[in-house]
């Protein structure tokens, strides 16, 4: 059950995150196959999804998967401008927040706790659209770069917002243990090891890919980016994996 719930929480964040990433693109540049394909990609892995887990959605996360689906059907197949687009994929992000339960009271805390939540999907979705559109200058080479430098600026922004949030939880966790248990806790305690692995593989690991990713953006060579953006999602993707199991399994984070 816990191994369920934490693989539904990743892919739904994957999902939800890449859709929102159709918001950095500009539809009369990269073309109508850009969304097709990806929002294809997007709807097949929801409705999986949904079929998997339907038994432990609310009717609240019913009607979410409905207006999730809804957006992603209608910006990948019309032809519609960037203003619906835009328009489309809010709504559709809206039905996602409900498909995941996702809600604040109005206090600061809890503000903060959803925005760092919220960071999740966007970090995962933005880091696969920026190596999804690495790819795309392969189809179009004559695009413009700045839909990448775009892409990865907003990647990079989500990701430094990502390490600031996480490292604020992390010493949040750790301040109730002394010096001595703390080093004891990091390095001979299941969950010190994977929090320990959650900070230097999922968040350092990735900072140091991204400023590589920046670099190779900068001088215009897509190829070395897209290539390093692999070794970016692979790192984003088991620090956020592990990053749910440290919320799930041993309350590190608050859920």
């Known amino acids: 059950m816990l191994l369920s719930l934490s693989l539904w929480q990743f892919m739904v964040s994957l999902a939800g995150g890449t859709f929102l990433s159709f918001l950095a693109v500009r539809p009369s540049l990269v073309g109508r196959r850009y969304f097709f394909y990806h929002g294809l990609m997007i709807g097949v892995v929801v409705i999986g999804l949904y079929f998997w887990q339907r038994t432990m959605l609310s009717d609240e996360m019913q009607w979410g998967f409905l207006v999730f689906l809804i957006g992603i059907v209608t910006v990948s197949l ?61 189809v179009q080479p004559k695009l413009p770069i700045d839909e990448l430098k775009r892409t990865t600026l907003v990647w990079l922004g989500i990701l430094g917002f990502r390490c600031l949030t996480t490292s604020w939880l992390s010493y949040q966790y750790l301040s109730q243990f002394s010096e001595i248990e703390i080093y004891r806790h990091l390095f ?53 994996i592990l990053h749910v199991f440290l919320k799930t399994a041993w309350k590190v984070f608050p859920a």
């Open 188 to 240: 001979s305690t299941t969950e010190g090891l994977f929090l320990l692995m959650r900070v230097l593989w999922g968040l350092v690991f990735s900072l140091t890919i991204g400023w590589m990713v920046w670099s190779s953006v900068r001088i215009r060579s897509t190829q070395s980016a897209t290539g390093l953006l692999y070794v970016a999602v692979l790192s984003v993707t088991v620090g956020e």
């Open 78 to 138: 019309l032809p519609l401008k960037a203003f619906w687009h835009f328009s489309l994929i809010l709504l559709g992000a809206f039905g996602w927040s409900r498909l995941t339960g996702m809600a604040w009271d109005g206090s600061a805390s809890t503000i903060w706790l959803f925005l760092h939540e919220l960071s999740a999907p966007l970090l995962l979705g933005f880091t696969m659209a920026a190596m999804l559109l690495g790819h795309w200058y392969l």
